[in-house]
């Protein structure tokens, strides 16, 4: 298990438990991006850094982006509507 993984973290919808977080684009995080492209760091990371379409088009061009750090619980209900 990796660090940010263990660590409590106080999310505003799901209060504060030992579900981690992780990180998103902003446009994931605020519900306005499509799309659920992973960035892989860590072979063994449970949650990988996530972009929407847009933004992993603009780090595969410019190689960067930039994230908001979210809950698990958040991490895990974005990344199931992303992928319908």
């Given at each position: 298990?990796l660090?940010?993984?263990?660590?409590?973290?106080?999310c505003?919808k799901?209060g504060?438990d030992?579900?981690?977080?992780?990180f998103l684009?902003?446009?994931?995080?605020?519900?306005t991006?499509?799309g659920?492209?992973?960035?892989p760091d860590?072979?063994n990371?449970?949650?990988?850094?996530a972009?929407?379409d847009a933004c992993?088009?603009?780090r595969?061009?410019?190689?960067?982006?930039?994230?908001s750090?979210v809950?698990?619980?958040?991490y895990d209900?974005?990344?199931?509507?992303?992928?319908?």
């Amino acid at each position: 298990m990796l660090e940010n993984e263990s660590v409590d973290w106080n999310c505003p919808k799901h209060g504060t438990d030992s579900f981690g977080f992780a990180f998103l684009c902003s446009h994931l995080a605020s519900g306005t991006g499509t799309g659920f492209n992973t960035v892989p760091d860590d072979e063994n990371e449970l949650r990988p850094p996530a972009l929407c379409d847009a933004c992993e088009a603009e780090r595969s061009h410019s190689g960067g982006f930039h994230s908001s750090r979210v809950c698990g619980v958040c991490y895990d209900e974005i990344k199931a509507q992303g992928l319908r």
